[in-house]
């Protein structure tokens, strides 16, 4: 199991910035992807950025040139730096973590945490 804790979250004016940050704990394989997704009111949950344990990554084109995704393995903790931030961002945003091994892959999710962009 992997229990996820997230913080960061919050009210910012259009064109600011807010770090979000995800701290793992419990069984971490050696592969794995942290990452984050978030869900807006009346919208499916999409994928915003992830980071695998290799340090590949990937962005959203949405997010693209704005969020920067970054990770520190030894505290197993995902960070999420959003700058020029858009009322479109405007969601809740939730931390995953992706255990894979050679039979399968355990996916985990935290609570999310409100971001909130005024325009």
């Known amino acids: 199991q992997v229990q996820l804790v997230e913080s960061g979250g919050g009210l910012v004016q259009a064109g600011g910035s807010l770090r979000l940050s995800c701290a793992a704990s419990g069984t971490i394989f050696s592969i794995n992807t942290m990452g984050w997704y978030r869900q807006a009111p009346g919208k499916q949950r999409e994928l915003v950025a992830t980071m695998a344990s290799g340090g590949s990554t990937y962005y959203a084109d949405s997010v693209k040139g704005r969020f920067t995704i970054s990770r520190d393995n030894a505290k197993n903790t995902v960070y999420l730096q959003m700058n020029s931030l858009k009322p479109e961002d405007t969601a809740i945003y939730y931390c995953?973590?992706?255990?894979?091994?050679?039979?399968?892959?355990?996916?985990?999710w935290g609570q999310g945490t409100q971001v909130t962009v005024s325009s």
């Open positions: 995953n973590h992706k255990n894979s091994n050679s039979r399968t892959t355990y996916v985990y």
